[in-house]
Each structure stands twice: as structure tokens, then as C-alpha cells.
Nanobody, 122 residues
């Protein structure tokens, strides 16, 4: 069983940066595609970024392209989301997910973390 644990969320001013981390407490996830999703209050969960098992392929939502960067370190069993130039509309709970392939579709992922809150003040 893969258990994912997110960390690194917090309160930041607009224009600031945060780096989220996601690491498993179960078996290694080096063969899994990984994704980050977010959900703001009253809104649907939305795709943010994904990365292939090797790290060679990444994909971003248009709303974060050029500001957010996803990466992974398979030796540390950790995936990262570097978030720069944060905006108030980025405020949400951020979730990492693991699946057999990297995808922008939430239902393609089998394992999810509990989420970490990111709040961006204006």
C-alpha cells in the first residue's frame, strides 16, 4: 500500500514562493506517475501538474505554467512542487497522487495524500 504525505504548505504573501513535498510512508513509488491537484473551498478538485515515473515528462495546467515546477527524486521517494509568483487564486488544499501513469485526470490515480493547505494573501 502506498501512503502519500504532503508537507510544505502555509501562509505566504502574493508574489512569494513555497515548495511542497510529497513522500510515501509505504513502498517506493519510483515506478509511478505522480501528480499534484488542488481544491479551493466550494470548487472542484483541479489538476495542477504531473510528472512521469522517470521525471522526463512533465505537464502543467495553463493557470500555473511558468510559475510552478514539478520534480522528483526517486532515490528519496519524494516529489516536489515549486510554486513561485503565487497569487491569491492559488489558495487551496494541495494534494499529491500516484498512479500507473502520469495524467491530468484525477481518476487515473490510485493513491492520494491527505492534502496540505496553501493560503496566499493579497
Amino acid at each position: 500500500q502506498v501512503q502519500l504525505v504532503e508537507s510544505g504548505g502555509g501562509l505566504v504573501q502574493a508574489g512569494g514562493s513555497l515548495r511542497l513535498s510529497c513522500g510515501p510512508s509505504g513502498r517506493a513509488f519510483s515506478s509511478y506517475g505522480m501528480g499534484w491537484f488542488r481544491q479551493a473551498p466550494g470548487k472542484e478538485r483541479e489538476f495542477v501538474a504531473s510528472i512521469s515515473w522517470s521525471g522526463g515528462s512533465t505537464y502543467y495546467a495553463d493557470s500555473v505554467k511558468g510559475r510552478f515546477y514539478i520534480s522528483r527524486d526517486n532515490a528519496k521517494n519524494t516529489v516536489y512542487l515549486q510554486m513561485n509568483s503565487l497569487k491569491p487564486e492559488d489558495t487551496a488544499a494541495y494534494y499529491c497522487a500516484a498512479g500507473r501513469v502520469a495524467s491530468a485526470i484525477a481518476t487515473m490515480y490510485n493513491y492520494w495524500g491527505q492534502g496540505t493547505q496553501v493560503t496566499v494573501s493579497s
